[in-house]
Nanobody, 121 residues
């Protein structure tokens, strides 16, 4: 069993900053890609940022230059530093990881429960 637990969400004013964290735990053999998605009410889930196990990153155009994704492989943790936030960043942010557990030979996508980020104008 592998679990992802997000933290760091909350209410922030436009122009402010937040840092999200997501820690993976359980019977982990290896984690490949990790990422952050978000889903706003009435909208489809979208990729915000992703990072490979080698450190290569990818961002949605809407957050480039404002958000930074990073990871600590020793801690099985991925972070999202959110700067200059806007009201349109309001959403539930979900962590994703492509994980192989110690009891399997294949990788599977795991999801966290999500953390609410609300940006007030």
């Amino acid at each position: 069993q592998v679990q992802l637990v997000e933290s760091g969400g909350g209410l922030v004013q436009a122009g402010g900053s937040l840092r999200l964290s997501c820690a993976a735990s359980g019977n982990i053999f290896r984690i490949r890609g990790m990422g952050w998605y978000r889903q706003a009410p009435g909208k489809q889930r979208e990729l915000v940022a992703a990072i490979t196990d080698g450190g290569s990153t990818n961002y949605a155009d809407s957050v480039k230059g404002r958000f930074t994704i990073s990871r600590d492989n020793a801690k099985n943790t991925v972070y999202l530093q959110m700067n200059s936030v806007k009201p349109e960043d309001t959403a539930v942010y979900l962590c994703n990881a492509n994980v192989r557990s110690t009891s399997t030979w294949f990788y599977m996508d795991c999801w966290g429960q999500g953390t609410q980020v609300t940006v007030s104008s």
